[in-house]
């Protein structure tokens, strides 16, 4: 499969549609009871049969399970969007054009605008878009390392097109494009630990989202912009400026009627958990109220790209750190624990499951189980360590210097040996 040539995926995703079909009516499902066990629609299951419809990456190792296939629709999965990327990688660069799956067809910007063959064309875009929602999605999944440069050469691509666009009617679609991989790019320069260049991307595309006068990028921006300047409320960083983050937010939040639910969970989750920095009990239980009612209403259209972390799960993480903010000790560790419970099987959200994680250790070493809080917080650190997400190490070391009070205690002694070395 990872010699699939570009024009060809769409046909392996027909494949890998009917490989499902087969593993389901082999394991005596209809599409009805299947799309039960999975959480989705009937028509989404018809759909990924028949290679209409495509879905992320949690539903095939689902599926694999069970169907038990032996994680052979992951797989086939897997080697598709490598295909994928790797077409994307090798024959898009900020000084080549874009060169579609046809032969001797070249997708440049007065070909997008001007071209016969509109609808051909904007399929083609249509793949370069879909490579930016993918970029975005692996983010939680796979090491920053191994996607940054990849963003940012998707990204250069894009800033070359935007630029030599002009008056095109796609320049305002380029743009977009353009903003939200400078928003992926950010995440993954926050993941290094560079601030500064991830406060610059977001910037860059809170701006352009506002000369372009789209509203969803302009408030998604903010959403992550906020997160950067308020240090996920002081997890990360004791000097984060919680009031600009709240700011950001509170702008974000006037576009919601152009926000999907998954973005709107993320503000009003992210405003819990500022208010819970600054003990403030009743806003911190509004908000989170408020990004439950979008929870609530979330598909998995919703969970793409830049919010294909969003699920209850998701939730329970920022509700269960803002009760350990708000010292509610006993009400943290039970929805973290639930929270680790759900996200641990799903490989995709590695980093938020980590997240909870470091914040559990937490609320256990100061409800009193301090040898419980250590042994996690060590084996959670050692896994961010190998995955090289710069960020999540800062919350650990944050977290453990929450344990000042007890350094003298053995378990104490043996994390601060443990994450030394």
């Avoid at 921006?221 to 960083?237: G, P, V, W, Y």
């Avoid at 803002?322 to 929805?335: E, F, M, N, S, Y």
Wanted: proline share 3%; hydrophobic share 45%; net charge neutral.
């Amino acid at each position: 499969m990872s010699g699939v040539p570009p024009q060809d995926v769409a046909t392996a995703w027909i494949g890998l549609g009917h490989m499902l079909a087969r593993s389901r009516k082999a394991a005596g499902y209809t599409q009805e009871t299947f799309a039960l066990r999975v959480n989705y629609g009937r028509s989404t299951i018809a759909n990924v049969e028949t290679g209409r419809q495509r879905v992320r990456r949690d539903f095939w190792t689902r599926s694999d399970e069970l169907l038990e296939t032996g994680g052979r629709l992951t797989r086939e999965y897997d080697q598709i969007q490598l295909a994928r990327t790797r077409h994307a990688s090798s024959g898009i660069t900020a000084t080549q054009p874009l060169v579609a799956a046809r032969p001797s067809s070249v997708l440049t910007v007065e070909a997008l605008a001007l071209t016969p063959e509109t609808d051909y064309l904007m399929g083609e875009w249509n793949s370069f878009s879909t490579l930016t929602s993918m970029l975005a999605q692996q983010r939680q999944a796979v090491s920053p390392s191994a996607l940054l440069g990849l963003i940012e050469a998707h990204r250069d691509c894009l800033s070359t097109l935007y630029r030599k666009a002009g008056h095109a009617p796609i320049r305002a679609d380029i743009g977009a494009m353009l903003a939200e991989a400078s928003i992926v790019a950010s995440r993954l320069w926050s993941a290094q630990g560079k601030r500064a260049l991830a406060l610059a991307h977001c910037a860059s595309a809170r701006h352009l989202g506002d000369r372009l006068g789209n509203r969803r990028i302009s408030a998604t921006a903010r959403i992550f912009e906020s997160n950067l300047h308020s240090e996920a409320a002081t997890l990360i960083e004791a000097d984060g400026d919680i009031m600009i983050g709240l700011r950001l937010l509170d702008e974000a939040a006037r576009a919601s009627a152009h926000l999907n639910a998954a973005a709107r969970a993320r503000i009003a989750a992210e405003q819990a958990q500022a208010y819970a920095a600054l003990r403030l009990p009743r806003e911190a239980a509004a908000a989170l109220e408020r990004a439950e009612n979008a929870v609530n209403d979330l598909s998995p259209a919703d969970c793409v790209g830049l919010y294909s972390d969003w699920s209850n799960a998701r939730l329970h993480v920022y509700e269960g750190t803002c009760h350990l903010l708000l010292g509610q000790l006993h009400q943290a560790i039970k929805v973290l624990e639930n929270a680790v419970q759900m996200l641990e099987p799903d490989q995709s959200n590695i980093n938020v499951a980590l997240a909870a994680a470091v914040d559990l250790a937490s609320a256990y070493a100061e409800a009193g189980e301090l040898e419980q809080g250590c042994a996690l917080l060590g084996n959670t650190y050692d896994q961010l360590k190998a995955g090289g997400n710069h960020r999540g190490i800062a919350r650990a070391q944050r977290a453990r210097e929450r344990l000042a009070r007890w350094r003298a205690e053995p378990a104490v002694l043996e994390l601060e040996e443990q994450m030394a070395a």
